[in-house]
């Protein structure tokens, strides 16, 4: 809402639309106005109004003052003005013939002596000495309601000012019955050097000065636009035929809320035309019931005491019975009046089969193939995580899915289906493993490959539950077309085994 929100603020211009308080969306001060008047030529410009609305701290107080200067102040400039033993700082809030209005609104005479004095425009030691004074508010205050808690005083401390030269302070404070603060003011002058002035405010201006957003998603009305507080109660809930509840109508001070009052002339204005002694109806059935009023169609609903049902009655119906009763006749039934409604009437859609029809076993039919193939893959999870066991005595068969070596052929590994081929963890990696090998031929003669260049021969380990298994005779050399990747030298003449 405010446009002071976005943080974009530079220097002591407002935040947001950098213009200096004219932004189109009027929501740079709390209290803003729109000067509708400011582009229209007057004949005599003498005449005009030398009387300047100024607001302070953020339009939470407004108060008026004459220009005596030979300057034109617009809209949102920072001024300087007369203050109590010093001067303070304020923003041009209103200016021209508005100003004229809202002193005849506030019953103050434009040409009274009294009005202080505007002295200038801001300079820059006036803005710096302001905000350093404004930055103290904050500590002020905590310490105010420490003291007057310390002195049992049954009051509320809600907001303090301090003059932009620092010689002034202003405590608002919230109590119900009189209090008697001559010993606070002592203690404060004494504490914060200042002069002080107590000044007593209601929970409506509290929440004024504090802000917020209300229940309609807006900001609050007493903090943006609201000055004039008038009284609200429960008998502007009834006329607007509203529940009594506490919680639902009183805002976040605690009191009715003030928007209450906005439509409340428009229902006692319809209201005179609805009879005042027509809360009962004497009917041949029993006695009928005022329920409600309904102002925008004209009807009074009416309910008996041995049902529920409602029924809807003219003006002119319920006036009717009215004088019948007084002659002492009781109408056999209520002529109810037919509510029509302006809203128009919804057409269903009428149903369309456009998916077609779904066939139910074919909907079981795929649940069950796709939980089999879930649990096909579990299971083969299970197994690929096991630990390798041991196979053929010629070479190691894996679970996993590897195939043993077939004679004249290539020993290949294929990883079993929805599962990743997995080396067992205690099995080392042997040299020349991955490669395509020949099966061993005969088993008479010990033979083995020698050592690679640069490197020691070793033993292929032992596996458990199998017996040494024996180096092949005689190897053949690899063909052309698979050949491995390291070079490797020839077996050996002699066929003797080597040993390191």
């Known amino acids: 809402m405010?446009?002071?929100?976005?943080?974009?603020?530079?220097?002591?211009?407002?935040?947001?639309?950098?213009?200096?308080?004219?932004?189109?969306?009027?929501?740079?001060?709390?209290?803003?106005?729109?000067?509708?008047?400011?582009?229209?030529?007057?004949?005599?410009?003498?005449?005009?109004?030398?009387?300047?609305?100024?607001?302070?701290?953020?339009?939470?107080?407004?108060?008026?003052?004459?220009?005596?200067?030979?300057?034109?102040?617009?809209?949102?400039?920072?001024?300087?003005?007369?203050g109590v033993n010093g001067f303070d700082v304020g923003m041009v809030n209103l200016t021209g013939e508005l100003v004229r209005?809202?002193?005849?609104?506030?019953?103050?005479?434009?040409?009274?002596?009294?009005?202080?004095?505007?002295?200038?425009?801001?300079?820059?030691?006036?803005?710096?000495?302001?905000?350093?004074?404004?930055?103290?508010?904050?500590?002020?205050?905590?310490?105010?309601?420490?003291?007057a808690r310390v002195l049992k005083l049954d009051m509320k401390m809600a907001e303090v000012e301090v003059q932009a030269d620092g010689r002034k302070a202003t405590f608002f404070y919230i109590a119900d019955d009189r209090v008697d603060?001559?010993?606070?003011?002592?203690?404060?002058?004494?504490?914060?050097?200042?002069?002080?002035?107590?000044?007593?405010?209601?929970?409506?201006?509290?929440?004024?000065?504090?802000?917020?957003?209300?229940?309609?998603?807006?900001?609050?009305?007493?903090?943006?636009?609201?000055?004039?507080?008038?009284?609200?109660?429960t008998n502007a809930a009834r006329y607007q035929n509203l529940s009594i509840n506490q919680t639902k109508l009183?805002?976040?001070?605690?009191?009715?809320?003030?928007?209450?009052?906005?439509?409340?002339?428009?229902?006692?204005?319809?209201?005179?035309?609805?009879?005042?002694?027509?809360?009962?109806?004497?009917?041949?059935?029993?006695?009928?019931?005022?329920?409600?009023?309904?102002?925008?169609?004209?009807?009074?609903?009416?309910?008996?005491?041995?049902?529920?049902?409602?029924?809807?009655?003219?003006?002119?119906?319920?006036?009717?019975?009215?004088?019948?009763?007084?002659?002492?006749?009781?109408?056999?039934?209520?002529?109810?009046?037919?509510?029509?409604?302006?809203?128009?009437?919804?057409?269903e859609p009428e149903y369309a089969d456009i998916v077609g029809q779904i066939s139910l076993k074919s909907l079981e039919k795929t649940t069950r193939k796709r939980r089999d193939k879930e649990r096909s893959q579990q299971q083969t999870q299970q197994r690929g995580g096991q630990q390798q066991t041991p196979g053929n005595r010629g070479g190691n068969q894996q679970r996993g899915g590897q195939k043993p070596p077939q004679e004249g052929g290539q020993q290949r590994q294929r990883p079993a289906q929805g599962q990743q081929q997995q080396r067992p963890p205690q099995q080392k990696q042997q040299p020349g493993q991955g490669q395509q090998q020949r099966p061993p031929q005969n088993r008479g003669g010990q033979q083995q490959r020698p050592p690679q260049e640069g490197g020691n021969a070793q033993r292929p380990p032992k596996q458990q539950g199998q017996g040494q298994q024996r180096p092949p005779q005689q190897q053949r050399p690899p063909r052309q077309q698979n050949q491995q990747r390291g070079p490797q030298k020839p077996p050996q003449e002699g066929g003797g085994e080597k040993k390191d």
Request: hydrophobic share 35%.
């Open 2 to 82: 405010a446009c002071g929100s976005c943080g974009t603020a530079k220097g002591d211009a407002p935040g947001g639309c950098q213009s200096k308080g004219s932004c189109a969306s009027g929501s740079c001060n709390r209290m803003n106005v729109h000067d509708w008047l400011a582009n229209l030529p007057f004949s005599d410009p003498e005449s005009s109004c030398r009387i300047v609305e100024v607001s302070f701290n953020n339009g939470s107080r407004k108060d008026y003052f004459k220009n005596t200067t030979l300057h034109y102040f617009e809209r949102g400039e920072m001024i300087a003005v007369e």
């Open 250 to 347: 009183s805002g976040q001070c605690g009191r009715l809320k003030c928007c209450l009052n906005y439509e409340l002339d428009t229902y006692m204005d319809a209201l005179q035309f609805f009879p005042n002694d027509a809360d009962m109806l004497e009917t041949a059935k029993g006695r009928a019931f005022l329920v409600k009023k309904d102002i925008f169609r004209n009807l009074m609903w009416y309910t008996m005491a041995e049902s529920n049902k409602q029924y809807p009655l003219t003006l002119e119906m319920v006036k009717k019975i009215k004088a019948q009763n007084r002659e002492g006749i009781r109408p056999e039934e209520l002529e109810t009046a037919e509510v029509v409604t302006g809203k128009p009437k919804e057409i």
């Open 101 to 147: 209005l809202q002193l005849k609104k506030h019953k103050i005479d434009e040409f009274n002596p009294d009005i202080k004095k505007v002295l200038r425009r801001a300079t820059d030691i006036d803005l710096a000495k302001m905000k350093e004074n404004k930055a103290r508010e904050a500590q002020v205050l905590i310490r105010s309601r420490a003291m």
């Open 181 to 233: 603060f001559r010993e606070l003011i002592k203690q404060y002058a004494g504490e914060f050097k200042v002069k002080v002035e107590m000044r007593q405010i209601g929970a409506r201006q509290e929440a004024g000065k504090v802000g917020g957003i209300g229940s309609c998603g807006r900001e609050l009305c007493c903090s943006t636009w609201l000055t004039d507080f008038k009284s609200v109660n």
